[in-house]
């Protein structure tokens, strides 16, 4: 049977709390525990906890409300159990001078790992120690993903890019991954074959007939012990028949938070460089300018690099595009919206951070409309042009948001105030305006700048501005009167609005790229 794969949360294994000789805790009775995920620590002296977990938990009770029979003891683990605790801490002195007999029995008949801790420990360290781990548990796989993606990155510029994305994906997830057309044959395949390789054929045929565009699929066959996952490659601008390729793995473990996001880096990659845009280029800077501006670089960074040889720009030029959301909630980058926003845009060059979206396109696209974003365009700009098409896109965007409408695209007009100041003028006026924000304390002087925009934008409304940055109207206020006295000037004078309204049309991009 198909089925999603799960995000996992950060877990601890019990075996770490046990062995951590500062905590002294011993386990008395369940199955053996050392492996036992927990995800998190909660306290309890309620006769009936369970409405109030959520699973996972390690809980802990000193016994105070614990009853006093064995039939009402055992109740009471039935309960934690079913609702997925998955150990039980009983801390000794001073309400029990021991762990009840009773209760030790009750977790061996129910399978509950029960642990003894001693009464020099507080609950609160275990909790500490827990979440400790839980921390260092996640800045490994963190780590393991960063060193993932270099090697992916590293392998995409190779001249056999598709051979050495496959392998790394196979190193770095222990996964036999393979590349499949739209018949299910077998195109390119890394790491170790399984015994049973038409299982996942089956399953990539099965997921590339869907209708209705990319897809995942997940599976796992007891029998054989091997856990199957598919993902198909979104049609990039230059295919007009769809969903053609997907990439399947098979493993003997199940994917981890760590394979799980290694294998999204890969599919976009994989989805990329099948485009024949790409996968007939030979151009090292091409691909290396993909591949920076997919792992975060800003525009700017590789401008030199993104001057096209294949007339996809027209003339060397490129258009900048910002964009939000809508509501301005964050999004997150999965690689199946990555591949529809790079075919509807016309581009691969897209990369997205939490609410805001930048992208480079040759033009823009007639169906901008069906992208769920609200959308800024630069005028056509040189590469080397870039920074300042951005500082335009972002005005651009700022407007389509005021004005409600999906999109808006800069235009240029010879008898406007802009074209009256030179721009190094007007970038150094922008600069001394907005100097006394650098040394502001927490938001800080990006969160400042971004509410100061928006609020400008909105034609100073608190209630707008509160909604479109997702927070109080209160905090808008404390934020603005932050501006106002920093700045020392009064934001309710027309005047005023203008000259920073002005100013902020020409702060230098680098203060913008770190707007939330």
């Known amino acids: 049977m198909d089925e999603s794969a799960n995000a996992e949360q950060p877990s601890v294994r019990l075996g770490v709390l046990l062995a951590d000789p500062a905590l002294g805790l011993t386990q008395l009775a369940g199955p053996p525990a050392e492996d036992c995920p927990v995800g998190t620590v909660g306290t309890t002296e309620l006769e009936d906890p369970t409405p109030y977990l959520v699973g996972g938990e390690l809980l802990l009770t000193s016994g105070v409300r614990l009853p006093d029979d064995a039939d009402g003891i055992d109740t009471y683990v039935r309960r934690v159990v079913a609702a997925g605790v998955v150990a039980l801490g009983f801390g ?13 029995r009750a977790c061996d008949r129910h399978g509950l790992p029960l642990l003894r801790l001693p009464p020099a420990t507080p609950f609160v360290a275990v909790g500490r120690a827990a979440y400790a781990a839980i921390a260092e548990v996640r800045n490994r796989e963190l780590r393991e993903i960063s060193r ?19 392998g ?40 590339l007939r869907r209708a209705g565009g990319p897809r995942a699929a997940a599976t796992h066959d007891p029998d054989r012990g091997i856990h199957l996952t598919v993902h198909t490659l979104p049609a990039g601008p230059d295919r007009t028949t769809g969903t053609t390729l997907a990439l399947g793995q098979a493993a003997t473990t199940p994917p981890t938070t760590v394979h799980r996001q290694v294998t999204g880096t890969a599919t976009v990659l994989l989805s990329l460089l099948t485009s024949p845009r790409h996968a007939l280029s030979t151009d090292p800077h091409s691909v290396g300018a993909l591949v920076r501006l997919m792992l975060g670089a800003t525009p700017a960074e590789v401008a030199p690099a993104l001057l096209p040889g294949d007339g996809s720009a027209a003339d060397g030029h490129w258009t900048v595009v910002h964009g939000r959301r809508p509501d301005g909630t964050p999004v997150a980058a999965d690689p199946a919206q990555l591949a529809s926003l790079s075919s509807l845009l016309g581009t691969p060059y897209v990369h997205i951070d939490g609410p805001a979206l930048t992208a480079l396109v040759p033009g823009v696209p007639d169906r901008a409309a069906e992208l769920g974003w609200v959308l800024g365009y ?31 695209v800069h235009t240029t007009d010879p008898l406007t105030l802009h074209a009256l100041v030179a721009p190094a003028d007007a970038r150094e006026l922008a600069r001394t305006r907005f100097a006394p924000l650098d040394g502001a304390g927490p938001p800080g002087a990006p969160v400042l700048l971004d509410t100061l925009r928006t609020w400008l934008t909105l034609h100073g409304s608190w209630d707008r501005t509160a909604a479109l940055l997702g927070v109080h109207r209160n905090t808008v206020r404390h934020r603005l009167a932050r501006v106002a006295d920093l700045l020392d000037t009064d934001l309710q004078d027309p005047g005023t609005r203008m000259e920073l309204w002005f100013a902020l049309q020409w702060l230098p991009d680098e203060a913008a790229h770190d707007r939330p």
């Open 148 to 166: 993932a993606q270099s090697a992916l990155a590293s392998a995409a510029a190779r001249p056999d890019a598709l051979r050495s994305v496959l």
């Open 92 to 104: 000794v002195a001073p309400v029990h001078e021991e762990v009840p007999p009773d209760l030790a």
């Open 168 to 207: 790394q994906l196979a190193a770095h997830t222990g996964a036999w991954s393979v590349l499949y057309d739209a018949q299910g044959a077998e195109l390119l395949s890394a790491g170790r074959r399984p015994a049973s390789p038409h299982l996942l054929r089956d399953l990539a045929v099965r997921t």
């Open 378 to 408: 630069s005028a056509p700009a040189t590469a080397d042009d870039l920074p300042h098409a951005a500082a335009q896109a972002e005005r651009a965007l700022q407007r389509a948001l005021a004005t409600g409408t999906p999109s808006a």
